[in-house]
């Protein structure tokens, strides 16, 4: 199993809506707001990390007031 943690930087007022959808996806664990440099943090949960890949760069970038990601694979 690879865990990553996905920073998310959001248009305003957004982060509600995007929680719900990022929550959404197969493989996130959880969503949270925070306060600070990002505004959600996402934890994901998968087989590989082509799967972390995929979450971060085609699914959660794809959302509709998403303005980038960054993302960081757990190493122990």
């Known amino acids: 199993?690879?865990?990553?943690?996905?920073?998310?930087?959001?248009?305003?007022?957004?982060?509600?809506?995007?929680?719900?959808?990022?929550?959404a996806i197969d493989g996130v664990v959880s969503a949270h707001i925070v306060a600070g440099d990002v505004d959600l943090i996402?934890?994901?949960?998968?087989?590989?990390?082509?799967?972390?890949?995929?979450?971060s760069a085609t699914k959660i970038q794809g959302i509709d007031g998403v303005e980038g990601t960054q993302t960081y694979i757990a190493m122990g």
Do not use: S, Y
């Not at 199993?1 to 982060?15: L, P, S, Y």
């Not at 996402?42 to 979450?55: F, L, Q, S, Y």
């Open 1 to 23: 199993m690879v865990t990553a943690f996905v920073m998310i930087k959001a248009n305003t007022g957004e982060a509600d809506r995007l929680q719900e959808e990022i929550e």
């Open 42 to 55: 996402a934890k994901t949960d998968v087989a590989n990390p082509a799967a972390v890949k995929d979450i």
